[in-house]
């Protein structure tokens, strides 16, 4: 049977959806979620396809275009499985078993009774199969997907943290940090028995990890107060600090919750 007989297979099992951001829907027997180059995706059955336009039909009458897919998952909605992407050193077809194994090269035939049959000889059934990859290249549309999740879930850092350190004469330190959307910051601490709090203002900033970095000066310093910056990482709403100065904050470090 042709090569192209085979794509048109592949390509009906389809899913007409745009891409969201919904958690992964187990799919129902019989159908697999298609998705596209573009960025979408389409559920559906297999009714028909045709080796001669390279589309194939869904049993809803859909019809798509073979060269439009990207990947078929035959088990749920997911389309993101980073770890299965770094198996695939070449730009071939990929095929992920049920128990995860998985195996590469041209799929070049399909049929209902003997399934997928790659270049190699193998064959593999319909039933065994996981999901279906035509590509090792992640699409551009997938890549700007994931961008956004990722700064959907970076922490939000700003507002303002509280939190209290004891002192050797007894009582305990008040700091409160403030930390700006303009990256600006407001450090105060405010001491048992003091007249005035201690101010300091400076910036913060983000890291690759995760964390932020917050340097302070007192105004009209030129030498910044605290020579080892704080770095703080978020649990929930707490900032955490993971390096300080023992000399300025004591042994046990910083912890601030939002207020």
Not at 80 to 100: C, G, V
Request: aromatic residues 10%.
């Amino acid at each position: 049977m042709k090569k192209t007989w085979l794509w048109s297979v592949i390509l009906a099992f389809g899913l007409g959806l745009s891409m969201v951001s919904s958690p992964a829907e187990k799919l129902e027997a019989g159908k697999a979620a298609l998705f596209l180059q573009g960025g979408k995706m389409v559920i559906g059955e297999i009714a028909d396809l045709s080796s001669t336009r390279l589309v194939f039909t869904l049993r809803d009458g859909q019809e798509i275009a073979l060269n439009r897919i990207w990947m078929i998952n035959f088990v749920n909605t997911d389309w993101n499985f980073p770890e299965e992407r770094k198996k695939m050193e070449k730009d071939q077809h990929y095929l992920i078993f049920r128990n995860e194994r998985m195996t590469s090269g041209k799929i070049i035939d399909y049929s209902g009774a003997r399934g997928f049959q790659f270049d190699t000889k193998e064959e593999v059934p319909m039933a065994q199969v996981r999901r279906i990859y035509f590509t090792n290249q992640l699409p551009s549309a997938y890549e700007s997907r994931l961008a956004e999740q990722k700064a959907e879930q970076k922490p939000n850092f700003v507002g303002t943290f509280r939190g209290e350190i004891p002192v050797s004469a007894g009582g305990s330190r008040i700091v409160t940090l403030v930390l700006n959307e303009d990256r600006t910051v407001l450090l105060t601490q405010e001491y048992p028995q003091a007249r005035m709090p201690i101010t300091e203002q400076g910036t913060w900033s983000d890291n690759p990890d995760g964390t932020i970095t917050v340097r302070t000066s007192r105004p009209g310093q030129v030498r910044r107060l605290n020579v080892v910056p704080l770095v703080f990482r978020l649990e929930n709403n707490e900032l955490v600090a993971v390096q300080f100065d023992q000399t300025v904050w004591g042994n046990a470090g910083l912890r601030l919750k939002k207020t």
